[in-house]
Nanobody, 124 residues
Framework: QVQLVESGGGLVQAGGSLRLSCAAS????????MGWFRQAPGKEREFVAA????????HYVDYVKGRFTISRDNAKNTVYLQMNSLKPEDTAVYYC?????????????????WGQGTQVTVSS
């Protein structure tokens, strides 16, 4: 059973930066694809970024490309989401997720494990 624990959310002004962390335990990291999703009030959970742990290739939704970066630390079994040039519309609860295998998936239903979520609020 994989457990994911997120941290790093908070309140930031527009144009600022935050780095989210997702510590994974209970599984073999290299067998998973890691994803970040977000959910704003009244909206569905949406894909933000993903990375198969084994390959390290990165994939992003269009509106965060060039601003967000997903990365991993093998020694710490931790995945990060570096968020720069934040905008008020980035305000949401951000979730880390994991799915077995190295295949990419952009739907939340495809992920097997989820963290508890961390709030990111961007003020204008």
């Amino acid at each position: 059973q994989v457990q994911l624990v997120e941290s790093g959310g908070g309140l930031v002004q527009a144009g600022g930066s935050l780095r989210l962390s997702c510590a994974a335990s209970g599984g073999t990291a290299s067998t998973y694809t890691m994803g970040w999703f977000r959910q704003a009030p009244g909206k569905e959970r949406e894909f933000v970024a993903a990375m198969p742990w084994s390959t390290g290739s990165t994939h992003y939704v269009d509106y965060v490309k060039g601003r967000f970066t997903i990365s991993r630390d093998n020694a710490k079994n931790t995945v990060y989401l570096q968020m720069n040039s934040l905008k008020p519309e980035d305000t949401a609860v951000y979730y880390c997720a994991a799915r077995l295998g190295s295949g990419l998936a952009y739907r939340a239903e495809a992920y097997n494990y989820w963290g508890q979520g961390t709030q990111v609020t961007v003020s204008s």
